[in-house]
C-alpha cells in the first residue's frame, strides 16, 4: 500500500475514534455504492452524519482546505445517494475531521456542522 494510503487508513482509524468518544455511532466507513463514496458515515440523535476525513503530515498546507467546493457537492450527491438507498428519515449533517501530523505527534480538528448542503442541485 501507498504511504499516503496508509496515513489516510491510519488518519480514518482516529476520526473514528473521535467520533465515538463524543458519542457518535459509526454506521459505515468507505461507503461506496457506484461512483459515490463517503469517508465515515455516523448517527447522533435524530441525524446522520457524512463525514469528510482529510489527513496531512504536514501543517504546510491546511487540510480543510481540501474541502473545496466541488467536494462538498460531491458528498452532498454521495449522501443522498445514500439516504435514497436505505430510505432513512434522518436529517443530515456534514462534519469534517482534519488530522495532522504523526502517529507519535497529531492533532485532530473535529468541525461538526462544516457546511449545508444548497437548496438546488449540486454540479
Known sequence: MAEHNELGKWGEGIAVETLTAAGYAIRETN???SHYEIDIIATKGD???F???KTRSSD?????DAVDKRKMAF???SANAYMQHYD???EVQFDIIAITGT???YTVE???DAFYPPLRNCR
Open 75 to 77: 458528498m452532498v450527491r
Open 110 to 112: 473535529h468541525i461538526p
Open 47 to 49: 441525524r446522520m452524519i
Open 88 to 90: 432513512l428519515p434522518y
Open 103 to 105: 502517529q507519535e505527534n
Open 31 to 33: 461507503w461506496r455504492l
Open 60 to 64: 504546510f498546507v491546511d487540510p480543510v
Open 51 to 53: 463525514v469528510e476525513v
